[in-house]
């Protein structure tokens, strides 16, 4: 049983701070989300465990985290239902070959370089209980991210999300994220059918029938809901129940397949349908309770999974530099690379670059996976969380140094973007 | 073909095939590529008799130890533990296959021997069991305490895959 003194203590004492450290971010300019993830690390041995180890021992005993992860974690899935619910594979359709190929290289730039880079970290930072392949297939996967939520918020605040750069980026963002999930479930089947017992050709068949059930089944179940937004306006306390449920369903299939239970949700968001205002309908009934109150607790659990401590010495300091600048050449570098080869201007392929070194919470959500099962060290953990929060934390500045332009930094007070959803959760 | 598609093509290749294919090259270099051996996981500490040598240091030690002992790896470097006693860490590195850590306390008494530091030298041996681990354990810098020589064996395997829930 929880101690719900303890538990209900933690809850309020992670939102208050959230609140107050993403409303300082806020007043810099940054996306609330990039001080909420802040947040998390304050409250983790890093800060809080290191200048108070007694306060910290009495807020977060080891025996009441179980919890707390598990509120969390219900606060992912319905955000990765969400992120689901914002991709819209029509549009990705209709882009353009300069956006497929940002897209693209966007993810095997990084890819590569952080393969190359595990050359180098495997013998200093891993264990012979990880293969190299599924090591170096995480890193690439961790570092091809990009955080669609965060990029959205950007594009939304500065006015920038109906030009050019806003529409390849957000594109290119949901492709790579789809691409990155596809890797990591990949990565996941391989680790767990090494120590269990079901074969993972079993796995695999298993994994497709679902998605096939879920793409050309469930998918044409779920266009009832379309039709009576359109002709109520609105959907019944039952058809939403029914839709958690659903979604809900879908992840605990994906965990019983041996994937994991956020690619379920994940999956039941995508193939939602997709009309805007639909879309946003949906997403105002989730996002206030996971915005403000379950997701911050994920930022909380992290903090405390994330020990800087243990960055120790000029050598781990090192490996962390490196982290970040391997990550940011292969994904700021290789998407500026990639659009100016395409034919755009300069300063909007730099642009288009730093909004796709954006990794956030998207990032934060596969690193927790890697954690979990044991694929990085915990100190590896730990300086990939800090590359998380610094190529995040440096897209708005980099971007007021790239586009300076006034059109471009035109920040409404309030901005509707029916077909983006998911600006709050940024 | 269009001169924009000709392009289009070009830059794919150069772009996006060509490092896939050094990406292929990498995971297959990478394979001979040697990592530290594991020894994250709890181990449970067996001391040898101290032949009557013993001192409130030496006792105090043998208690710390007695317990489970968990030790968090990151590659070469280790932080160990005791799951009973959050106020008690070492921090070690990991050579080939010895183990070397040192431990601090956030409260000097607890370590029972009025602040000095806690030395943890060990031999991993891979071939027996989960692995296990022999050395001594000492405190360098305190004239009353004597070397205990010990025996760990590794109570649980911490494999990749296996569910890390809620550990901090």
């Known amino acids: ?51 108070a180890p007694h306060f910290s021992a009495y807020l977060f ?22 992120v689901g619910l914002g991709i819209n594979p029509k549009e990705l359709k209709h882009q353009s070959h300069a956006a497929v190929l940002v897209s693209h290289v966007s993810i095997t730039a990084p890819f590569v370089l952080a393969s190359v880079l595990a050359l180098y970290l495997y013998p200093r930072l891993s264990d012979e209980s990880v293969s190299f392949t599924n090591f170096a297939l995480f890193m690439g996967a961790a570092m091809s991210v990009t955080a669609f939520p965060v990029l959205a918020r950007i594009l939304v605040e500065r006015g920038m999300m109906k030009s050019k750069l806003g529409s390849v980026a957000i594109a290119c963002a949901a492709v790579d994220d789809v691409t990155g999930w596809c890797i990591l479930a990949y990565i996941v089947v391989l680790i767990r059918a090494a120590h269990h017992a079901t074969s993972i050709w079993v796995t695999l068949a298993g994994i497709l029938l679902f998605a096939a059930i879920m793409i050309y089944g469930v998918r044409f179940l779920l266009r009832g809901y379309e039709r009576a937004f359109r002709k109520h306006g609105e959907i019944s306390e039952n058809g939403m129940a029914i839709l958690i449920l659903l979604a809900m369903a879908s992840a605990l299939c994906t965990e019983r397949l041996g994937i994991h239970l956020l690619f379920g949700s994940f999956l039941m968001g995508a193939i939602m349908p997709k009309e805007p205002k639909f879309v946003r309908y949906i997403v105002d009934r989730f996002e206030t309770v996971t915005v403000t109150l379950l997701l911050p607790l994920f930022f909380a659990f992290t903090g405390l999974r994330t020990n800087i401590g243990l960055v120790k010495g000029p050598a781990m300091w090192f490996y962390c530099a490196l982290i970040i600048a391997v990550a940011a050449a292969g994904k700021l570098g290789g998407s500026m690379a990639a659009a100016r080869l395409s034919g755009m201007p300069w300063r909007e392929a730099a642009g288009l670059g730093t909004l796709m070194n954006t990794r956030g919470l998207m990032g934060l959500v596969i690193l927790d996976i890697g954690l979990d099962i044991r694929i990085i060290s915990p100190a590896l953990f730990s300086m990939m969380v800090v590359m998380a929060l610094v190529t995040t934390f440096m897209a708005v500045p980099l971007l007021d140094l790239i586009c300076p332009d006034q059109a471009l930094r035109t920040v409404p007070k309030r901005v509707s973007v029916p077909d983006v959803p998911l600006q709050e959760i940024a | 073909m269009s001169s924009s598609n000709r392009n289009f093509i070009f830059a794919y290749a150069f772009l996006v095939i060509l490092p896939l294919a050094a990406l292929a090259g990498v995971l297959k270099s990478g394979r001979k590529l040697a990592a530290p051996p594991a020894i994250d996981g709890l181990w449970n500490f067996q001391f040898e008799s101290s032949h009557g ?43 080939g296959t010895k183990l070397q850590a040192a431990f601090a306390s956030s409260e000097p008494a607890a370590v029972g021997c009025a602040g000095h530091q806690q030395v943890l030298t060990a031999d991993l041996d891979r071939k027996v069991g989960r692995g296990t681990l022999a050395g001594i354990l000492s405190a360098p810098n305190c004239p009353s305490c004597a070397p205990l020589a010990f025996r760990a064996e590794r109570a649980s395997i911490s494999a990749p895959g296996t569910p890390n829930k809620g550990d901090h």
Do not use: Y
């Open chain 1, 61 to 82: 005993p080891a025996g009441s985290l179980g919890f707390l992860n598990a509120l969390s974690q219900v606060g992912v899935v319905v955000f990765m239902f969400l």
């Open chain 1, 1 to 51: 049983m929880p101690n719900l003194f303890t538990l209900v203590l933690q809850i309020t004492v992670i939102l208050a701070v959230c609140r107050v450290t993403g409303g300082l971010f806020r007043r810099f300019h940054q996306p609330r989300v990039v001080g909420e993830m802040f947040a998390g690390i304050l409250l983790g041995p890093s800060l809080l465990g290191w200048v």
């Open chain 2, 53 to 95: 040598a013993t001192s409130t240091c030496t006792d105090a030690l043998v208690t710390l130890f007695e317990k489970t002992v968990s030790i968090s790896q990151s590659g070469t470097t280790f932080v160990l533990s005791m799951p009973d006693d959050a106020r008690i860490t070492g921090v070690g590195t990991l050579s």
